[in-house]
C-alpha cells in the first residue's frame, strides 16, 4: 500500500483529509471490517427490513457528510466517521442491488466499475488532479467522496463476487485481495507507477480485502463459509478496534497540530 507525506506541514493543516501514512491504512481497513460486519448485521436483520436499514444508512451518511462538508479543516472524527458511514451504506447498497434488484454480482462489479471511472474522468477533467492532497476545495472534495462511496460499494461487490460466483470462498479471497493490495506499491517503487494511481487502486482494493475477512470470521451458516462467529459479535469486536484506530489517530492528530502551532509561534 502506497505511504506519502508521513508528516503534515503548516500548509496541509488546510486540507480537508488525512495524510497518507500506515494508521491511515490501519483505520481504513479497519473501518471496512467494521462497515462490513454491521451493514451485514443491520441489512440481513429481518426485525428491521432491508429497505428501513438501507434507507437508515443512507440517513447516517447524509448527516455525517454534512458535518464533514462544513468543516472549514481536515477533523479527523469528522473524516473517519464520515468513512464508517459510507463503509456502512456503501456495503449495503451492493447488497440492495443484488439481493433487492436482483442484479448479478457480475452486473453490480462491472457497473460500479463504470461509474468509479465516470467520477475519475470527470474530476480530472473539470480539476486536473486527482491527488487527494488538493482536497481543498468543495468542488474537489465532492469528487473525492463520491469516489469513496463508489470504491465501497464497488469492493462489496467485487469481494462478493470473488468469494461465492468465482468459488475462491471468502478466506481465499482475503488472501487473493491481500496480494493484489500489495502491487501498486510494488509498481510504484519498481516501475514508476504514479503516486496519484498507485494510492487510489489500494484504497479500492482495502474494501474486498477488509470485507472479505470479516465475512470470513462472520457470516454465519448457512452463508458463511468460515469460523461464522456471527455479524453481531463481529460488529462489536471490529467496532471496539476501530475506536482504539480512531482514538490513535485523534491523538496523532492533536499532536501534530500543537507542534506546528508552536513551529508557527502561535
Not at 468543516?71 to 440492495?96: C, E, H, N, Q
Not at 467496532?239 to 501534530?256: D, E, F, K, N, Q
Request: hydrophobic residues 50%; proline residues 4%; glycine residues 10%.
Amino acid at each position: 500500500m502506497t505511504t506519502t507525506r508521513p508528516l503534515r506541514t503548516r500548509r496541509d493543516i488546510a486540507v480537508k483529509v488525512p495524510e497518507v501514512a500506515l494508521v491511515f491504512w490501519v483505520a481504513k481497513l479497519a473501518s471496512t471490517a467494521f462497515g462490513e460486519a454491521f451493514s451485514d448485521y443491520v441489512f440481513f436483520n429481518d426485525y428491521i427490513g432491508r429497505n428501513a436499514a438501507i434507507l437508515g444508512g443512507l440517513v447516517l451518511l447524509a448527516v455525517c457528510l454534512a458535518v464533514q462538508l462544513s468543516r472549514r479543516k481536515y477533523s479527523p472524527l469528522a473524516y473517519w466517521l464520515t468513512v464508517v458511514a459510507v463503509s456502512i451504506f456503501g456495503t449495503m447498497s451492493a447488497d440492495f442491488l443484488n439481493q433487492n434488484l436482483g442484479m448479478p454480482l457480475w452486473g453490480s462489479t462491472v457497473m460500479l466499475l463504470v461509474l468509479q471511472a465516470g467520477v475519475f474522468a470527470v474530476w480530472w477533467l473539470s480539476q486536473g488532479t486527482l491527488d487527494m492532497h488538493s482536497i481543498d476545495s468543495r468542488a474537489r472534495e465532492t469528487f473525492y467522496w463520491l469516489t469513496v462511496i463508489f470504491t465501497f460499494a464497488l469492493g462489496t461487490a467485487a469481494g462478493d463476487l470473488a468469494a461465492g460466483p468465482l468459488g475462491l470462498g471468502s478466506l481465499a479471497s482475503t488472501f487473493v485481495f491481500l496480494g493484489l493490495i500489495l502491487l501498486p506499491t510494488l509498481a510504484q517503487r519498481r516501475f514508476g507507477l504514479n503516486e496519484v494511481v498507485a494510492f487510489w487502486l489500494s484504497y479500492t482494493l482495502t474494501r474486498p480485502l477488509g470485507a472479505s475477512f470479516a465475512d470470513w470470521l462472520g457470516v454465519p451458516a448457512p452463508y458463511g463459509d468460515g469460523l461464522q462467529l456471527g455479524t453481531g459479535p463481529m460488529s462489536l469486536a471490529t467496532g471496539a478496534v476501530l475506536l482504539a484506530v480512531l482514538g490513535l489517530v485523534v491523538s496523532r492528530h492533536r499532536a501534530t497540530t500543537r507542534h506546528a502551532r508552536l513551529d508557527s509561534g502561535a
